[in-house]
């Protein structure tokens, strides 16, 4: 691995184990307007996504289920991103996360994804792509207003 690489890796799992042991959003939402429910059977990966949307913000989000650490790191660094945000902001984050997830680089995506940019590693393990993009397919779910409904990854990517 290239310097580069390896210091990319211990940025991740940094984050990783940063946000998968102290996620501030692991929680239900009280008054949620919104609930998706995600899945990947084959990973053994379920997350229920609650968002209480007000007057076209994100006012509160969280989330609660059986998950990986990446998928709980995950989901934990998209609640930070896009909590208060309005709808259609929040939308563009959604495209910025599955883009650096699937190969596109680009400062105007790191800029609207944060730290979460650090999970491009895991562009070299593509079978983990799905666990890290779970929350964000229920995230994408739950803004189109379908809700009530479950998403998953494993037949994507």
């Not at 580069?4 to 940025?11: A, D, S």
């Not at 929350?135 to 037949?155: D, F, H, I, R, Y």
């Amino acid at each position: 691995m290239a310097f580069r690489e390896i210091e990319m890796m211990h940025l991740y799992q940094d984050l990783i184990l940063k946000h998968a042991k102290n996620s501030l959003f692991e929680s239900p939402v009280a008054g949620a307007t919104h609930r998706v429910r995600g899945a990947n059977p084959l990973c053994g990966d379920f997350i229920t996504l609650e968002l209480k949307i007000q007057a076209g913000l994100i006012a509160a989000l969280g989330f609660q289920g059986e998950m990986s650490a990446i998928t709980r790191a995950s989901a934990s660094l998209m609640c930070g991103l896009v909590s208060g945000l309005p709808l259609a902001q929040a939308e563009l984050r959604v495209q910025a996360a599955f883009a650096l997830l699937t190969g596109q680089d680009s400062p105007e995506l790191d800029a609207l994804i944060g730290e979460f940019a650090a999970m491009r590693i895991l562009r070299n393990f593509p079978n983990r792509i799905k666990t890290a993009t779970l929350p964000w397919a229920a995230l994408k779910q739950a803004l189109s207003g379908e809700t009530g409904v479950q998403v998953s990854t494993e037949n994507s990517l």
